[in-house]
């Protein structure tokens, strides 16, 4: 009898271990993704945007979202604080807010290097970015403004925060 309750003890402890190792390693690959966006695009749970292409990761937003949404083929999203400059433009509203319009359909080239003009500036350091269908930073209005030219018709779900 002592023998069968082993058994079965060694039997549910394996049965448990191996389940818990199987959810782990699910969480361990997916560990910093928040959501996925499709085309590739991933929100990260660092409030960034990542192009996955290759088993490699790629910063579009390297961090700083506070507001996202997308659909098929437009993601938009809110930047406070982040204070970035990318091709020479630091457009931002008087909170500090940026604002961003991504492509999901713009071609991305597979990156081998990344150009100087691939470059995001962010509080003095720079981040090799994707700028493929990358249309910002833009100000309140100037965003507004790209929404209706490109008839894009989303708003932003609550703060991501």
């Not at 394996?14 to 190792?21: K, P, S």
């Not at 359909?105 to 970015?129: T, V």
Request: hydrophobic content about 40%; charged content about 20%; proline content about 2%.
């Amino acid at each position: 009898m002592k023998s069968k309750l082993k058994k079965v003890c060694v039997i549910v402890i394996a049965l448990v271990a191996i389940f818990a190792g199987i959810t782990l390693f699910s969480y361990i690959d997916d560990w910093n993704v928040s959501d996925k966006l499709g085309n590739n695009y991933i929100f990260t749970s660092d409030n960034g945007i990542l192009y996955h292409i290759d088993d490699h990761d790629y910063f579009v937003i390297p961090f700083g979202i506070t507001s996202i949404n997308h659909d098929a083929k437009w993601i938009i999203a809110k930047t406070t604080g982040l204070n970035a400059s990318y091709k020479k433009s630091d457009k931002q509203c008087n909170d500090g807010s940026q604002y961003w319009i991504i492509n999901k359909d713009a071609s991305i080239i597979k990156i081998d290097s990344i150009h100087r003009s691939n470059m995001m500036l962010i509080k003095g350091y720079d981040y090799p970015i994707i700028s493929n269908g990358l249309i910002g930073p833009l100000d309140s209005i100037s965003f507004c403004n790209q929404l209706k030219k490109l008839r894009i018709s989303l708003s932003f779900r609550e703060n991501v925060k």
